[in-house]
């Protein structure tokens, strides 16, 4: 498990989970397949690296627009439990990201990532701490990474609660 410093791309209070139906639909309809060998190390440390930074970013507590743009293309649309509307395009996900600064999380990769051409597929589990007296929360989350350039950023996401088991 690695250690993820908060769940800041998520509304407050909201526990993180599932993904986005239609990146799953699309990336199974593009032909995705578990990502092997040197094509799946490059990705999964692509993303690893996104994630320590955002980490590093979090940690030294940049804007919450700094997260954003680093995490997310400028379009994309999360959706997740606890959301009222989803996060759709950058002031959205900014808001997002402001809102919800809070908890430490321990994230676990459940299933190999999927990928086909430029977009990328992970399936994560977050183990959260709510905050000082409340008890940890799981969330599973699915991400939509897509490669532009160098650079991978999520373009969708979709989170819900509750224990896997």
Sequence with gaps: ???????????AGAVLGVAMLGGIVASTALGAEP?????????EEAL???????????ARHAPAEELAKHFFWPEAVATGEGLP????????LIAMVDASRT?????????PIVHSGNLAAEFTVFTCEAGEGSPAQEARV????????NSWKVIREHWS????N
């Design 1 to 11: 498990m690695k250690k993820r410093s908060a769940l800041v791309r998520w509304g």
């Design 35 to 43: 990502a092997d060998g040197k094509q799946a190390a490059a990705i």
């Design 48 to 58: 690893t690296k996104s994630v320590a930074k955002y980490q590093e970013l979090e």
């Design 85 to 92: 509307n989803a996060a759709r395009g950058m002031p959205a």
């Design 103 to 111: 908890g430490r999380c321990t994230e676990s990769r459940r299933d």
């Design 142 to 149: 699915l991400s939509v990474w897509q490669k532009r350039g």
């Design 161 to 164: 609660s509750g224990n896997l």
